[in-house]
């Protein structure tokens, strides 16, 4: 762009003067630094520099666009124009092209060729939408562009500037960012759109999206790949897209060159994609999208998102939960520490600490009103020093210590810190007093928490998981079985064989359904204890079916004994001490096959499956039974 000249006209249109444009690029340029200025040219670079400037005098550049797609209008939003040198050269690449523009000191006028290079190219090739064009920040405020040349070029070749979007690319530290949100807003004046590359490559670029607030951001390619399969890329690729719909900021996802990462991007809403799957750069690119890509547009199934293992449960420490309790001296009395218990119905304990901040012990107020319930003990100790009375040996943590890590050393402790809580430090010195209740509250809640979300003994999603799951496939229409996996005579087998043995069956149930679906199609939820759930869109999912309960079968005589094999089960007590005879576990399965409209919500689906569970539970040994009637709701 050549801003000078046309930045000063938006300027004016605003109601300020050409001083004030000037202004606005000289605090640009001073809050840039560019890179690389420092380079000293080796015999080589002094090679590919001499290659450069024979491109650049010859104008020997050609253009290449590759298509933005919109997911929504199923079509192409806009193309970004990227440069190429001649073929079969090493100046090819746009890498060393600018590399050695760089080193020729030649980056303004080598940007400026490219930018003529692509708007003359689009223009001749008609192409529809909109051209995403690369600018640096330097080249965007640059004075010396002083003749309006853009301006002129775009009337000349039949372009609007409301057909251009350009795209700042980080290759400088910008300080001054009121400069450049200036110079941006007079671009915008002109009819420019705006868009940030690479979203997420480092913090600036962050802030870049705070402070010039564009109306395109581009996800860097980097948190796309591997997104189907990633629960930390798509967590952060979910959080930017949520914070682009707050801005009124529309995000094109770059990179995709999956499949999986196709329906990932999607699903999750973003508007925009580009990448090689969609199409590569190209001299004469395709006007709208091919029938492969339609056809991945229109597609009813619904990727299953990564989720989250159950590991960490929370990031809160033994400083978030402490209470700010007055500490004591040694030299402090009896008397005095029997007042404040007098006076605070609530204080439990009263820490004793040094002059230099280092705990001492505790003083519980059980064990003083105790003490002083006893004939004559009072006088005897009142005004004595209240180390005398204290627990010398209390429970001390670090204020950063986990939650987890907490309750871990208190469950190690000797039973009367449980009663006393625990003393936080920080470098070692008190800062306050950490209850017991409200660490095993949090715990609680925390365990709940996470096995609605992911369960902890096979890491599968939980129920809040497995609904929203269910709601999306709704939502989109798709075609789907619901399948309700359950363990018959599940408990006598854990009474007999133990809880170990009974984990490790609800585990190896588990980890069957996980092997047999498609990890992108087939939804794998556990629901609690020994019932799972199983969403599939996959066409084989009856023979899927079989082969969980063939799977399953062969896994239990693994854990069984072979005299209980052999006569298909045990003896045992029921609850009055009869002897009773219980059969091996074995799998129900009851499926429901849902399709486009017949339900409206999770709730639905859930009490239809359970119906079809119950009808599974009925047929003897291992047993599938499949709900095929229509069941419209």
């Known amino acids: 762009m050549e801003p000078h000249t046309e930045l000063t006209g938006a300027v004016k249109a605003l109601g300020s003067d050409h001083a004030f444009a000037e202004r606005a690029m000289e605090r640009l340029l001073l809050g840039t630094l560019p890179a690389g200025m420092d380079d000293v040219a080796s015999p080589n670079d002094r090679h590919a520099i001499g290659q450069f400037r024979d491109i650049f005098d010859n104008c020997r550049l050609s253009a290449a666009f590759q298509p933005i797609l919109d997911f929504r209008a199923r079509n192409y939003l806009a193309y970004e124009g990227l440069i190429r040198g001649p073929i079969d050269t090493a100046m090819h690449s746009p890498i ?37 064009i690369n600018v640096s920040i330097n ?37 001054d960012f009121s400069a450049l949100r200036d110079v941006l807003s007079a671009y915008r004046k002109l009819g420019y759109q705006i868009a940030v590359d690479d979203l997420g490559e480092g913090f600036s670029n962050l802030r870049m999206w705070s402070e010039v607030r564009p109306e395109f951001v581009k996800i860097d390619r980097h948190f796309i790949s591997g997104i189907a399969d990633d629960a930390l890329k798509f967590s952060l690729v979910r959080a930017m897209h949520d914070i682009a719909e707050a801005s009124d900021c529309r995000v094109i996802a770059e990179g995709i060159e999956t499949e999986a990462e196709f329906a990932t991007v999607r699903d999750l809403g973003i508007a925009f994609g580009q990448g090689f799957l969609i199409a590569r750069p190209n001299a004469n690119p395709d006007f709208a999208c091919n029938q492969d890509v339609q056809e991945m ?46 006076e605070d119905a609530s204080l439990v304990v009263v820490p004793v600490v040094d002059k230099s901040g280092k705990p001492l012990g505790l003083i519980n107020r059980h064990s003083l009103l105790d003490r002083y319930a006893r004939p004559f003990r009072r006088e005897l100790y009142g005004r004595k020093p209240c180390t005398l009375l204290m627990d010398p040996h209390p429970l001390i943590v670090d204020h950063d210590l986990s939650v987890q890590e907490v309750g871990l050393l208190l469950g190690q402790s000797p039973q009367h810190h449980m009663f006393d809580g625990f003393v936080v430090t920080d470098g070692g010195s008190y800062i306050g007093i950490g209850k017991t209740q409200v660490l095993m509250a949090l715990i609680t809640d925390m365990q709940i928490t996470a096995a609605r979300y992911a369960n902890p003994l096979t890491q599968l999603p939980g129920n809040v998981p497995i609904n929203e799951h269910i709601d999306r496939l709704i939502g989109k229409r798709s075609d789907f079985v619901a399948c309700y996996c359950d363990l018959d005579q599940f408990k006598p087998f854990n009474d007999h064989y133990g809880y170990r043995q009974g984990d490790q069956m609800i585990q190896l149930l588990g980890s069957i359904l996980s092997r047999i679906g498609d990890p992108h199609l087939d939804f794998v939820g556990h629901i609690g204890g020994d019932d799972f759930m199983l969403l599939l869109q996959s066409e084989d999912w009856q023979q899927k079916l079989d082969d969980i309960l063939e799977h399953f079968a062969s896994g239990i005589e693994a854990m069984t004994e072979k005299q209980h094999r052999q006569q298909g089960g045990y003896w045992g007590e029921d609850r009055r001490g009869n002897a009773i005879f219980h059969p091996l576990p074995t799998l129900s399965i009851g499926c429901l096959m849902v399709g486009a409209g017949d339900f409206h919500s999770h709730y639905e689906v859930s009490a239809a499956v359970v119906a079809a569970k119950k009808q599974a539970k009925k047929i003897n040994g291992n047993s599938l039974f499949v709900e095929r009637r229509r069941m419209s709701v």
């Open 96 to 132: 060393a092209l600018f590399d050695a523009a760089r080193k020729a000191g030649m980056n303004t006028e080598f940007e400026r060729l490219c930018r003529e290079v692509v708007l003359r190219e689009f223009a001749a090739l008609r192409l529809p939408g909109k051209l995403f």
């Open 139 to 175: 080249c965007l405020a640059d004075p010396h562009f002083m003749n309006g040349h853009t301006a002129s070029l775009l009337r000349e070749i039949g372009l609007r500037p409301q057909q251009i979007v350009i795209e700042l690319t980080e290759n400088q530290h910008v300080s």
């Open 297 to 342: 547009i229109s597609r009813s199934q619904v990727i299953v998102f990564p989720h989250a293992r159950a590991g960490k449960m929370s990031a809160t420490t033994a400083g978030d939960m402490m209470s700010d309790i007055l500490p004591v001296t040694p030299d402090a009395d009896n008397e005095a520490i029997f007042t404040r218990f007098e």
